[in-house]
């Protein structure tokens, strides 16, 4: 049902499918001390192991963006975002442990795609979902100023934040890091 193995021009590459790994993944991605290649890097290894031949990365980065993104080739565009899996990670938690009776601390194991259909199987009034609808709420639906000034402080309490910038290697860097790995990988390093 759901997806434990990758293929790369003849390779398979079995996926650590645990939804901490996918986490640990977006971690990375959002990790803004990383460049790209270090990013992709330590992803493809959580999530594939570091033995991935260097002629499958090409077909992989784009197999590894479907994977964490449940299957969905596109991210639909959205006008704003209103979830981040890590900043809303807790309280996500706590909505399964409700809705579910499930406590995902003392589970061993949960496929991230599992994971994803636990998160939009939750009803309006999770407490994560609740946090969304503050997030949407649009202060000038309100007419009253005290309405909007606490819609204004509602919003701000639970608002996702800013994310930066990430950083960008040289073209000779980045020639330097993929010799360094293809040496490593032909056993010459």
Known sequence: MYPTKMEANGHIYNINTDYRIALACLRAIDDDEITNL?????????????????????????????????????????????????????????????????????????????????????????????????????????????DKERIRKQKEHVALKKKTKKVELTDEQMKNIEDFYRLRQEGRS
């Open 38 to 146: 270090e990013r992709y890097l330590a992803i493809e290894g959580l999530l594939l192991g570091y033995n991935v031949d260097n002629d499958d990365r090409d077909v992989l980065q784009n197999k590894i963006a479907t994977y964490l993104r449940c299957g969905k080739e596109e991210n639909t565009p959205i006008e704003e975002i209103d979830f981040d899996y890590l900043q809303d990670e807790q309280d996500v938690r706590t909505s399964i442990r409700q809705a579910y009776s499930m406590d995902l601390n003392k589970i061993d194991y949960l496929h991230w795609w599992e994971y994803n259909e636990l998160i939009s199987g939750l009803l309006p009034d999770s407490l994560i979902n609740r946090i969304r609808e503050t997030r949407n709420l649009d202060e000038k639906d309100y007419k009253d100023p005290k």
